[in-house]
């Protein structure tokens, strides 16, 4: 009877243990405000706003140029998320659908390219 229940205590304190040591679920890290700085470009350096919000388990949203406030947003067409890397999609006028590809650097800061050019990201708070 004795070591039936030590068992038994065992057993308990094993579901308990594994019950309360379950890992807290990861933070959507991706998603949130982002101000998007791409140097170097034909045009000159270019600053993009987006706010990427995951909708049916996917990343969207829209690209703002804070320099024209007045002039459209563009949309983003698909964001690929790949561990602690993404693409953001957009159409372009010039070049047809083109990707922002970002690697995380920290909690709060992207680094990547946009083509050739050099982008970097920061979030905003």
Request: aromatic letters at 10%; charged letters at 25%.
């Amino acid at each position: 009877m004795k070591k039936a229940s030590i068992f038994f205590l065992l057993l308990f304190l094993s579901v308990a243990y594994t019950g309360f040591s379950q890992a807290t679920p990861p933070t959507d890290f991706f998603a949130g405000k982002w101000e998007i700085a791409v140097t170097g470009t034909p045009m000159g350096d270019v600053k993009f706003l987006t706010d990427l919000v995951r909708k049916d388990g996917k990343l969207t949203g829209e690209l703002a140029n804070p320099a024209e406030p007045n002039a459209e947003k563009r949309k983003i067409t698909k964001v690929e998320e790949n561990g602690d890397k993404v693409a953001i999609f957009f159409e372009s006028s010039q070049a047809g659908e083109i990707s922002i590809d970002l690697t995380k650097v920290d909690n709060g800061n992207l680094k990547g390219t946009l083509y050739n050019f050099d982008a970097v990201a920061k979030r905003v708070k």
